[in-house]
């Protein structure tokens, strides 16, 4: 596999489970990202990872919570999710050296509903 | 906080002519870059071109150019020789030089080549 890689592609649930979301990047980026992208609305940034350390929370719920064990992967975790929250869910990744290459590079995204 | 505007939600060209696709943003930074994404309908978020702020040269890439105007905070992006395969939403983004490089996407422009 190459560039980043998002499973599952599509993910149906009900408000009342717990599922999770799994992103692996292949490009030996050191910095991950997490995008929630719905119909109408400009993509959102939801949290950013950089050497395994979150950066960032962009004021998510806290039914959403990230994990990112290692450079590698990056999780998020779905508990108790509401209708609202069904979207495209766009995992990215770059290397964050300080540098003028800091280019995202993003998975194809789990399509993700909430029923 | 830095804003990003794509004015025109949905723009068709015919094949092998040209388009420009407009991006306006709003930012007090001075050290900055700005993307240009496509989004083709499988949904794989692909990098077209990318601008440093810092260069008064507008990049290039093939087929794609940009017009940079950091007065007027303008970033189009222009299509030569369009192709079918260019058919996409495409996304203008801003991202500041600090530590998780946040990027900050504008709404698409859904663009359509017609044979």
């Known amino acids: 596999e190459t560039g980043v890689t998002q499973t599952p592609r599509h993910l149906v649930m009900g408000m009342t489970n717990k599922k999770s979301l799994k992103c692996e990047q292949h490009?030996?980026?050191?910095?991950m990202y997490w995008y929630k992208q719905s119909a109408k609305k400009p993509l959102e940034l939801m949290f950013v990872?950089?050497?395994?350390?979150?950066?960032e929370n962009n004021s998510v719920p806290s039914r959403f919570s990230p994990e990112c064990p290692n450079s590698s992967h990056l999780f998020l975790h779905l508990h108790t999710l509401q209708p609202e929250d069904s979207a495209l869910y766009l995992c990215?990744?770059?290397?964050?050296?300080?540098?003028?290459?800091?280019?995202?590079?993003f998975g194809p995204g789990t399509r993700l509903t909430v029923l | 906080a830095q804003t990003v505007t794509q004015s025109q939600p949905e723009m068709s060209v015919q094949e092998a002519e040209t388009v420009t696709l407009s991006c306006t943003y709003d930012?007090?930074?001075?050290?900055?870059?700005l993307f240009w994404y496509k989004q083709p309908p499988s949904r794989q978020m692909i990098l077209v071109i990318r601008q440093e702020a810092y260069k008064q040269q507008n990049a290039t890439e093939n087929r794609f150019s940009v017009n940079f105007q950091k007065a007027a905070k303008s970033f189009s992006l222009k299509i030569s020789d369009s192709q079918l395969g260019d058919t996409a939403m495409y996304f203008c983004a801003f991202m500041k030089r600090a530590a998780g490089n946040m990027l900050t996407f504008g709404g698409g422009t859904r663009l359509m080549v017609k044979p």
């Open positions: 990215a990744s770059s290397q964050d050296s300080g540098g003028a290459t800091d280019t995202q590079y």
């Open positions: 930012t007090s930074e001075s050290n900055y870059y």
């Open positions: 490009l030996g980026h050191n910095a």
């Open positions: 990872y950089s050497l395994e350390e979150r950066v």
